[in-house]
C-alpha cells in the first residue's frame, strides 16, 4: 500500500499551483450535508439559471435586507501528461490494455487505478458548478443560506478500461461513484454555509456569536498546509475547477470579542467532525486506491502473493487485504482560542490555541488472529484462500484511522510596510501530532510472518517488535506522535505599470518544518510507501535483494531518500499582472506561479526534496458578472511525490 500523506500529499502540491487564483473571492466551504446525490434534475436546474440576471439580487422587506448571489459555471479538465510508468504495476497495465513494456514489475499496484484509466493526454472530467447564497440581515442578527450543485457528463457516462475497487473491477465500464464520499460523486447537491449569527453589545463591548456550517479562517500562510489553518477539511479536486470550493465548512459555534480596540478575542467549539474528501479511486488524479470512500482492500504485493497479480484477479480471488470499519473520531472535544493584539490598522499579532482531530486518514492494522502456521510452515498474518488454514476473519486487516486530540499552539503576523509592502508570517507548534509509518513496514510486520522475515535478513525487519508485542486480533496504530514545528513567511509586493499593466502583484513564501526528536531510520520508518520496494529493515542487503529483487529499482526502493525527514523546506512564489478595461468592461490577469521543495521530505507531503512546480494562467472578467480561465499546472525532478499529474483546466461562467 502507497500511504496516504496528506491533506493533501499531492494535494499540498496541487494547492501550492492553485491558491490565490480564485476569481477574486473565496469560494471555500463546502458541508457534507447533501440533499441528494442522484437526483438527475440537477443539470437541467442548473441551465435554467443561465437566464437569471447577472447580478445580485437585494430586496428589503421593511427592516429585512435580502440578498440573493450566486455563480454557475462550467470547464473541462484535461491530463497534460501520461501516467509515469514506474507508478504503474505491470500486471495492471496489461489488464488495463496498456501496450509495452517498462512499467513497475513489483509496486505501485494500490495507487494506480486512476493511471491505468486514464493513461495519456486525454479529457478527464467536465463539471457544471451552480452555487448559491441567500443572505438575511435584520437589525443586529443575520442569517446566510448557500448551497451548490454539480454534475459531471464525462465521468458520469465515460467507460474507463480498468475500473477500480469501487467497482469491482469493471472493464470498459463507467466507474460507479455510488459509494464514493457524496462530495466526490459525479453529481449532487449540497448546501454549503448554513449559519446565523448576531453582534451585540455586551458592557460597552462588541460580540459577534455565529453558528451553525461555517468557514474560520486563522493563520495567516498562503500556500502551506497544516500550520494554524487547520479548522476547515479540504476537498483537494475544487484544486482543478477555478472557482470551485476548496475547503468544507463544519459545524461551529464561534465568537468574537472586542476587549479594547486593539484586543480581541475569538473562540470556537465545534459540534461535528468532518474529514477531508478524497478524490474516488479509480478517477483520473486518485492517488489512494485503498482509503478513499467506498474503495476497500490492497493487493498484498510481492513476497505473499504471485508478483504477477493484477488488481481485478486479486480482487475475484481473494487476494486482498481487506478494509475494516473506520475509526472515526468523536464528534466532541474539538475547540480553539485566539487573542489578537492590533497596534494599528495595518498590524496584527494574534496567538492561538486549539484541540483538534485529525481530517486525514491514517491506515492502522488489525494484527492477524491466527496461532498456527500456513500450509508452508510459517506464521504470516495474512493468508490467501488456497491455504488450508485461510479464515478470512483471522487475516490481517487494515482500516482508516483518524486520531484524536491534536494540540495546535501558534502565532500569526500580518503587517504592512510603506504604503504597498505587506508581510505575512506565522508559527504553529503541534503537540501529538501523528505520523504515518512507512506501509511497506507495516505489511512486511503484520501481513507476512516477521520472525522468518528476520531471520532471513539477519536482523529485526523494522517494525518487528510492534508485531510481537500485538496479540492476535488487536489492532496496531499506523502511526506515532510526534511534537512539530512549522515556520512559514512571506511578502505581497504589487508593482504598478509593469509591461503596460495596472500592476504587476508579486506574492513569495518561505516554509519549515522540523519534526522534534524524529527517531532514526534505524528504529522507525515514516511517509514512504512500497512503490519502489523496501529493504525491509534500513540498509540491510539481504532485505533489499529479497524485497527489492529489481535492479531498476533498488536505488529508490533501498534509498533512505523519501521517508520523512526531520527537517524540510521550500518556496513559493507567485506574479500575476492586471489589465483592467482591455475593452471596457474587461479585465484581463495573466499569471504565473513556481515552487520548489529545496530539502527533505515532510511528512505531510508539504515538501519532497527537489521537487519543482508551478502553474501559468490567464483569467478574465468582464463587468463583474462574466468570467473564464485557463490553467496549465505540472510537477516534476522527483521520484518521491505523484509528479505524474499535469493538468490543463478551461472555464467559463456567469455570476449572479
Known sequence: MQLLQSAHVHHARRLSHVQLQTFGRDRVTVSRKIIDGSRPWLLPSCLLLAAFPAEAIERNFGEVEVTLSGSLSAGAIWSAESADKSYVFQGNADAAGLNGSGYNPVGGRNNDDG??????????????????????????????????????????????????????????????????????????????????????????????????????????????????????????????????????????????????????????????????VLDGCGTAFSTHDYVSGGCKGAVIGSGAVPSDVNDPYGYHNGLMIERAGDNTPSDMGQFGLSLGYHPSEDTAITAYAMNIHSRRPYASVISGGYTGPDDNGLSPGWRPPTDSSYDPDLNAKYFADYPEDIQIFGLGLHTRFGQATRVFGEYSFRHDQPLQLATSDLIAAFARDPERLSNVIGEDI???????????????????????????????????????????????????????????LEDRRYTKGDRFGTDLAQGNEMGCAIATPNPDYTGRGCSSDGYASDFSWGYRLRGQLIY????????????????????????????AEDRLFGSVGLKADYQDRYFAEVLWAGSGNTDYADTDFDFITAAAGLKF
Do not use: C
Open 462 to 520: 523494522t517494525l518487528a517488535d510492534g508485531a510481537r508485542s500485538t496479540a492476535p486480533g488487536d489492532t496496531f496504530n499506523g502511526y506515532d506522535r510526534y511534537d512539530v514545528s512549522q515556520l512559514t513567511f512571506g511578502a505581497i509586493q504589487p508593482i504598478p505599470n509593469v509591461l503596460g499593466s495596472k500592476a504587476l502583484v508579486l506574492v513569495g513564501e518561505v516554509g519549515m518544518k522540523y519534526v522534534h526528536d524524529l527517531a532514526d
Open 580 to 607: 483592467p478595461d482591455v475593452v471596457p468592461g474587461l479585465t484581463l490577469t495573466p499569471y504565473v506561479m513556481f515552487g520548489h521543495d529545496v530539502s527533505g521530505w515532510s511528512y505531510d507531503a508539504n515538501f
Open 115 to 276: 493511471r491505468a484509466n486514464y493513461a495519456d493526454r486525454e479529457l478527464t472530467s467536465t463539471p457544471i458548478i451552480f452555487t448559491t447564497q441567500l443572505d438575511l440581515e435584520y437589525r443586529n442578527v443575520g442569517a446566510r443560506i448557500a448551497g451548490k450543485a454539480w454534475y459531471d457528463l464525462y465521468q458520469e457516462h465515460h467507460e474507463v478500461p480498468f475500473g477500480s475497487l469501487a467497482n469491482g473491477y469493471a472493464s470498459n465500464e463507467p466507474l460507479d461513484d455510488s459509494r464514493y464520499d457524496r462530495e466526490s460523486r459525479f453529481k449532487g447537491a449540497t448546501f454549503t454555509e448554513v449559519y446565523a449569527y448576531g453582534n451585540f453589545d455586551v458592557a460597552d463591548h462588541d460580540v459577534k456569536v455565529t453558528l451553525g456550517d461555517q468557514y474560520l479562517p486563522w493563520g495567516e500562510s498562503k500556500f502551506f498546509v497544516n500550520g494554524i489553518n487547520t479548522i476547515n477539511p479540504y476537498r483537494p479536486a475544487a484544486l482543478r475547477m477555478p472557482g470551485d470550493n476548496l475547503r468544507l465548512p463544519t459545524t461551529l459555534l464561534s465568537a468574537e470579542f472586542e476587549l479594547t480596540n486593539k484586543w480581541q478575542l475569538g473562540a470556537f467549539y465545534q459540534l461535528d467532525w468532518d474529514s477531508t
